[in-house]
């Protein structure tokens, strides 16, 4: 009988560390879907706020979040009046919220210190294997193997 007790609790005990480490396991990331000018540092994003532009970039729609009167707009394409900024130099803050334009007036003022300031190096720009699976990246499938096939 204490042979059985035991083997039940070993076995109990197995169970709960194997869900224990499936769960440690299960991280969201996209570090391949994120735009090459995002920081480096981030192995998952949501939105980047812009504080010198006041708007959003939605990462996984590959969105930009921008007001157009009292409306936000989603858009794929950037509106003429934002054409010739330079994201790669922008500072990007990481908000992984649902829908933080929502909140915009209390983003403008928590983040008001990074406007202009040029602080943070693109993915673009980054020698850190990890970016190299995103296929806009420079060195994209140089480093460890990236499960791709040769033709």
Not at 73 to 92: G, V
Not at 94 to 111: A, G, Q, R
Request: proline share 6%.
């Amino acid at each position: 009988m204490k042979k059985l007790t035991l083997t039940a609790l070993i076995l109990a005990g197995a169970f709960v560390c194997s869900n224990t480490v499936n769960a440690q396991v299960k991280v969201n990331v996209n570090v391949d879907v994120q735009p090459i000018w995002g920081p480096v540092g981030y192995d998952y994003v949501e939105y980047y706020y812009l504080p010198d532009l006041e708007m959003y970039y939605y990462v996984p729609g590959k969105q930009y979040v921008y007001r157009s009167g009292n409306r936000w707009i989603r858009s794929k394409t950037l509106p003429e009046r934002y054409r010739n900024f330079d994201f790669y130099k922008a500072h990007k803050v990481v908000i992984n919220e649902n829908k933080p334009y929502l909140h915009h007036n209390d983003n403008v003022s928590k983040y008001a210190t990074y406007r202009d300031k040029h602080d943070q190096q693109p993915i673009r720009d980054s020698h850190d294997e990890r970016y190299f699976s995103n296929k806009n990246h420079p060195e994209h499938g140089k480093g460890k193997d990236t499960g791709r096939r040769p033709h």
